[in-house]
């Protein structure tokens, strides 16, 4: 006749067998989950970081303000441009008006629509500090978290 078999296990063995299957299925289903819903929210309403439109910010200069016009549309910067500088300005700070193309011809170029760090002249770096302040005011204005606060 056939011998019978008998098996011993320890209860603990089994507790942390159980528990290994358990933790295993969880982290498939886990993994299932992440992945599955990054798929749909891609294919979602896509998001816009900039409200399209004309923003405008100032910087004091010598007790004269400066005003900055940025034009955006919804995930671009179209223009960055001095509006209403007057000649007497334009003598005193030569500087001024080439940093704000050096600036301008960065951001027209990036490819994304948040600002990437800039690479500023020496010559200008202090001019520049002062005109990006401006700028970053004026793309404040012009994100869409703060147009609907």
Known sequence: ????????????????????IALGILLIFLLIFMFTNKK???KAIPTFEYV?????SSVMLDQKP???????????INS?????????????????????????SQLINQ????????EIKTEYQYTSALLLTAVEDALSKARVESVHK
């Open 80 to 104: 960055v441009k001095i509006i209403d500088l007057s000649s007497d300005a334009e003598t005193l700070y030569p500087l001024l008006v080439p940093a704000m193309n050096s600036i301008e």
């Open 52 to 56: 399209p439109g004309v923003y405008t």
């Open 40 to 42: 749909e929210k891609d």
């Open 111 to 118: 490819t994304s629509a948040a600002v990437e760090p800039l």
């Open 66 to 76: 400066i005003n900055v016009e940025v034009i955006v549309d919804s995930n671009h």
């Open 1 to 20: 006749m056939g011998s019978t078999k008998i098996f011993v296990f320890k209860l603990k063995e089994i507790i942390y067998t159980a528990l290994f």
